[in-house]
Structure formats: structure tokens, C-alpha cells
């Protein structure tokens, strides 16, 4: 189960592995490398986002630029999507690409992860 508007962003990895028979198998990898944009300001919202990301199962790696407000994960789409990704984001206050999180959850952040939002 792939996210369709993933496809034309992500890199496919495939890996060669090798049984006992000799025969090369090629066999496609599950864990796919993609960014998307993460709105927050400081070193606290980056704790706090690259924890909830890595927090998901299947999430093997998160890294949030905070200048750019790119988030940088890699994930096993066997086991998890984008979109439980960037819920988990929004669960702790934090607008992502694709979603918006609750007003309530965004006013409890710190005053200085109080981020610009995008107008509704
Ligand atoms: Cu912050």
C-alpha cells in the first residue's frame, strides 16, 4: 500500500541478497527516504517533532531542518504511511504539509515554538 502522491517524490531502494543457491534474488525494500514541510520555529519544536516521528513504528530516522522546516524521514511503508507520520506531528501542535493541527493543541505549545501558521 503505497500513498499514490508519494510515488513521484520517494526512491525506490532495491537490494540484491544472496541464498544459499547462489542465485541472485532481486528483492524490493520496503523502507523509502522522503521530506516534507514541517511548520515550527526553534531546538524545542525540533525535539519535539523528530520525537513524535520517531516514535511511529516503522520510522527508521527523522531529521527536522528548522530553517528550511523540512522534515527528512525515512519509514517502512509495510509498516507505517505519511499520513500516520504527519498525524503524529499534528497530534503534538505542529502543521504539516498536508495537515493542520487542532487550534487547542497548537495554543498549549511554548510561546516560543509558537510558530507563523498558514492562514485556514
Ligand atoms: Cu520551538
Known sequence: M??????STEVSHLNFKNYT????????NTVKDTTITVYGNCGTCKKAIEKAVKAVDGVESASWDKKKKILSVQFDYAKTSLDLIEKA??????????????????????????Y?????
Do not use: M, N, W
Not at 543457491?21 to 524490493?28: M, P, R, S
Not at 499534528?90 to 515554538?113: K, M, N, W
Open 2 to 7: 503505497v500513498h499514490s502522491k508519494l510515488l
Open 21 to 28: 543457491t547462489g542465485f541472485q534474488v532481486l528483492e524490493e
Open 89 to 114: 506531528i499534528i497530534s503534538i501542535g505542529y502543521d504539516t504539509e498536508h495537515f493542520r493541527a487542532d487550534d487547542a493543541v497548537y495554543e498549549e505549545l511554548h510561546q516560543c515554538c509558537k
Open 116 to 120: 507563523e501558521r498558514k492562514p485556514h
